[in-house]
């Protein structure tokens, strides 16, 4: 039988750390109720005076600050359950080496009566679940329905049951290959790639791939799909932890898209209770507001809700400097903004063919 690849193991490893959590957990409520004490929760505070930027890290990082959460307030009793059975239920997921989505979980509470008023309540249990294990839904097998994709000579290795040591290279299918938890966790084996460019839209994703960017410069070309799920940022991580890889991002010419790079580059407060998901060297290399004007673009007129997002970016500790600050001041000045597609203006390959080289010569000295 064949041993068993470093991911392989690196997967089993944190499977079992992870029972072994929730076991302690399940003994700690039963020791309580043995011993006629109420059981509880501690579970830390997602509050947003509790989320500090952590400059080390570079990255936002949950506090100190911790609620209890317990089955003698009656107030908390509805959510304490909701909460426990989440983690049965996570228990018995990855147990059985099964996988769930968001969606699922809420629909699955219901054959236990556990009663949840609508699914944002129960991706919301979830979350306390991986504040309080420190651990991300995706090591409990579950997983959002949104997908990306990734395209790019790198021969993949799966540790999933069923599919142990079957290999796949991700230039194999001109769609580009979906990113959910088989992809995500499989062994990166081998590549020729010298760095890995994440683009927020589907449509540039594939002019990239009919381009042959990943030939032309080596890449490993990733369709964030938009704000990047979950299991597209680990893959970035692993890509630039793992292979050694410079991670460049391409997003829409507004406050947005600057904003989808920060997410890839230092990770977001809402997921600040979990590491593993932010690639701090990654570099944004537009669009920017600059290019706007140096590329002449198309644009369109900014709304109240994009100038109101410019604002509250302004006062996010990673925007209070360098090029991150002086775009928004720009965008703030033009009050447009352009698309990725705009480049089309001047043909349908000028992104890849006059862009695309020049942003990544620029990357050299960012």
Do not use: C
């Not at 147990?95 to 699922?104: F, H, I, P, Y």
């Not at 290795?157 to 001109?174: A, C």
């Not at 006062?315 to 209070?320: G, S, T």
């Not at 775009?327 to 698309?339: D, I, P």
Request: avoid cysteine.
């Amino acid at each position: 039988m064949k041993n068993k690849s470093k991911q392989a193991k690196t997967v089993e490893a944190k499977k079992q750390a992870l029972l072994s959590i929730l076991k302690n957990r399940g003994l700690t409520v039963y020791d309580d109720l043995n011993n006629g004490k109420f059981p509880q929760f501690s579970i830390p505070s997602r509050s947003v005076s509790n989320i500090v930027y952590d400059k080390k890290l570079r990255q936002y990082i949950l506090g100190k600050a911790a609620a209890v959460r317990s089955s003698r307030n009656m107030s908390q009793l509805r959510s304490f359950t909701q909460l426990a059975w989440l983690a049965f239920f996570v228990n018995r997921l990855v147990n059985e080496g099964k996988t769930s989505t968001l969606r699922d979980i809420y629909y699955s509470s219901q054959a236990f009566a556990i009663d949840f008023e609508d699914q944002p309540e129960s991706d919301n249990i979830i979350v306390d679940l991986e504040a309080i294990l420190a651990r991300a839904r995706e090591d409990f097998h579950v997983f959002p329905e949104e997908r990306s994709s990734v395209f790019g000579n790198l021969t993949i290795e799966y540790t999933v049951p069923g599919y142990e040591g079957k290999r796949m290279n991700l230039s194999d299918h001109p769609d580009g290959y979906l990113i959910g938890p088989s992809l995500s966790s499989a062994e990166l084996v081998d590549t020729d790639a010298e760095l890995v460019i994440a683009i927020e839209k589907g449509g540039l994703f594939t002019r990239f791939v009919e381009e042959k960017v990943h030939k032309k410069f080596k890449a490993i070309i990733v369709d964030t799909a938009g704000q990047a799920p979950r299991s597209t940022r680990y893959l970035l991580k692993r890509l630039s932890t793992e292979l050694g890889l410079p991670v460049v991002i391409l997003a829409d010419g507004d406050v947005y898209g600057e904003h989808i790079a920060m997410v890839i580059k230092s990770g977001s407060a809402n997921a600040a209770h979990l590491r593993e998901l932010t690639v701090p060297d990654a570099k944004w290399l537009g669009v920017w507001a600059t290019d706007i004007e140096k590329y002449k673009l198309p644009t369109i007129p900014m709304t109240e809700s994009d100038i109101k997002r410019i604002y509250e970016l302004q006062k996010d500790p990673r925007y209070q400097e360098g090029n991150w600050k002086k775009q928004l001041e720009v965008f703030l000045k033009l009050k447009r903004k352009a698309e990725l597609e705009a480049f089309s203006k001047y043909g349908l390959t000028n992104i890849t063919d006059i862009y695309l080289p020049e942003k990544l010569e620029l990357a050299k000295s960012l």
